[in-house]
């Protein structure tokens, strides 16, 4: 997968986002999301990793917090985060 592609997913997710949301959700909404789809298109945690952070300049700290999290966990934080939007 081309890192054009790979940084157009998490752009997207950023100008998509809740316009509610604070700056630092909307990153844990990217970074959760992205994670999550390239772990699907068989993407290396390494290489997600390392793109997120050295490519995208994503928040370290949740990048590391969330690359180790099972699919069923990084939906459930999207999903806290998407809500905390549409509760204020």
């Not at 990217?30 to 390494?46: E, V």
């Not at 995208?56 to 934080?77: C, P, S």
């Amino acid at each position: 997968m081309n890192k054009t592609f790979m940084s157009g997913y998490y752009q997207g997710v950023i100008e998509t986002a809740p316009a509610t949301l604070s700056a630092a959700k909307t990153e844990q909404l990217a970074i959760t999301m992205t994670i999550l789809h390239l772990r699907h298109a068989g993407i290396s945690i390494t290489s997600i990793h390392d793109f997120l952070v050295s490519d995208l300049h994503a928040n370290e700290r949740f990048v590391n917090k969330y690359i180790n999290l099972n699919a069923d966990e990084l939906e459930t934080i999207q999903s806290q985060v998407m809500a905390t939007a549409f509760n204020q």
